[in-house]
């Protein structure tokens, strides 16, 4: 058990809705990320917060959004939903922004399906 | 932008023996760290063993070992006495030591373990 929580677990879900995938960090840690993993596109680091800050942005599309709240939860989400948006969502945490012991630890993932 | 890549989409190897996952990474940055995280079946994704650039030595966690070549830029994996809990995808990952924390990874390998 890394210590970081995701909820849902499963998400079964139609075209054009919208949902929330919703992170708890590890005890400690400032830094929350979000990766999408899919078939055709792999791992793939969407955005990260720190401290409820937006830090960094990767592949993340427009129809995405996240925000990290004071009590460092984080919450991503997704709309106008699309088949291909259908992956696994891991979030991650690590204790600050950058260098020496930064290490991530990952969140089960929430499993999204889009019919 | 850096890439990762594994050139070995599945491998095999007997309980008992021993097995070397490969990666190489494309960077012009000299400081930076290098990552393989196990993901089973249940998908979680697991750190195994972190290696950071400016240590010459090879890291080690039991039965894991790595073998990193900064010039080269290959960092491969090692895993001795394989067991049976060992199946799994393997990533390799790469995280700069600048301007945020965002792993980048490879397209993993499967590891396959036959008893």
């Known amino acids: 058990d890394s210590g970081v929580t995701q909820t849902p677990k499963h998400l079964i879900t139609a075209t054009g809705q919208r949902v929330t995938l919703r992170c708890s960090p590890r005890s400690g840690d400032l830094s929350v990320y979000w990766y999408q993993q899919s078939l055709d596109q792999g791992l793939q680091f969407l955005i990260q917060?720190?401290?409820?800050?937006?830090?960094a942005k990767g592949n993340i599309l427009e129809r995405f959004s996240a925000q990290q709240f004071p009590d460092l939860h984080s919450e991503l989400n997704l709309s106008s939903l699309e088949l291909g948006d259908s992956a696994l969502y891991f979030c991650?945490?690590?204790?600050?922004?950058?260098?020496?012991?930064?290490?991530?630890?990952f969140g089960p993932g929430t499993r999204l399906l889009v019919l | 932008a850096q890439t990762v890549t594994q050139s070995q989409p599945e491998m095999s190897v007997q309980e008992a023996e021993t097995v070397t996952l490969s990666c190489t990474y494309d960077?012009?940055?000299?400081?930076?760290?290098l990552f393989w995280y196990k993901q089973p079946p249940s998908r979680q994704m697991i750190l195994v063993i972190r290696q950071e650039a400016y240590k010459q030595q090879n890291a080690t966690e039991n039965r894991f070992s790595v073998n990193f070549q900064k010039a080269a830029k290959s960092f491969s994996l090692k895993i001795s006495d394989s067991q049976l809990g060992d199946a799994a995808m393997y990533f390799c990952?790469?995280?700069?030591?600048?301007?945020?924390?965002?792993?980048?990874f490879g397209a993993g390998t499967i590891l396959r373990v036959k008893s």
């Open positions: 991650a945490s690590s204790a600050g922004t950058s260098g020496g012991q930064e290490t991530q630890y």
């Open positions: 917060y720190y401290n409820g800050e937006e830090r």
């Open positions: 960077t012009s940055e000299s400081d930076y760290y």
């Open positions: 990952a790469y995280r700069s030591s600048q301007g945020g924390n965002k792993l980048v």
